[in-house]
């Protein structure tokens, strides 16, 4: 679940341990997308794969893509049995189209949203389902302002795309889905603030397996202070008995690729 050009390597054992809340939220999104014995179920962003084992073991055939190696490399060693690929969504083609695309977490690290629509509505059969859940617009926003108000105090040059995350609003992501062909059920926005693990360095551990690209031009002096600023900043708002919580906001997404394709 790695996008864009500009994200290092995961470092998926550190995210398997420590931020755990990424899968284990999940099951309003699993109960939405039913798997059922003997479906063929596409996992877009299948991380260290305890997901798509929850699909598999609804009976359904399930292939994981990811297009980090760590990633892939984590989730095989969990589950030997489940195909697990390495895989970007934007270039996936299949000739053996899915009945579900199920993607949680994962597509608000992917550019270019358009085409990736376009590739999921690809992968399906006609009257096949898509249910996903990631970042809506103002997710984060909290942490994404502090940061980038730190990353200016503690002198870090100039560089574009530090936010680099995709989070639409409801509408943007509607037309999106319009666009690639889509029919669309469900597309709903919802607060969901989130409790991170490791009480006092859950806001440090956040920053560091998923804001890691902000320390991409800090030195380990710049690199602390920037972590102690976000945490001062933040720890009024988002740090409480003990404990810190993430601004999430999601995006709800259900829909089908029409038995009869409209044209364009
Ligand atoms: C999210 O799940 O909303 C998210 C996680 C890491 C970075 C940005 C967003």
Known sequence: MKTVEKA????????????????????HLLAMLAPQPGERILDVGSGTGHLTARIAGAGATVVGIDSSPDMVEEARRHYPDIDFRCADIRTFVTSEPFDAVFSNATLHWVGEPKLTAFRIREALRPGGRFVAE???????????????????????????GR??????????????????????DVVRTTD??????????????????????????????????????????LRPTLFQDGRWTADYRRILVAAYRPAIQQQF
């Open 134 to 160: 990631f970042g809506a617009k103002g997710n984060i926003h909290s942490i994404t302002n502090a940061a980038t108000e730190a990353l200016e105090a503690v002198g870090a040059p100039p560089r574009n």
């Open 192 to 233: 969901r603030p989130t409790e991170l693990d490791d009480s006092e360095s859950g806001m440090k551990n956040w920053l560091t397996v998923f804001g890691r690209h902000y320390f991409e031009d800090l030195s380990p002096e710049q690199a602390s202070k920037f972590i102690e600023m976000v945490e001062a900043s």
């Open 163 to 184: 936010n680099l995350w995709y989070f639409p609003d409801e509408a943007e992501y509607r037309t999106i889905l319009n666009k690639a062909g889509f029919a669309v």
């Open 8 to 27: 290092g390597a995961w470092d998926a054992e550190a995210y398997d341990g420590r931020h755990s809340f990424v899968w284990k939220l999940a099951d």
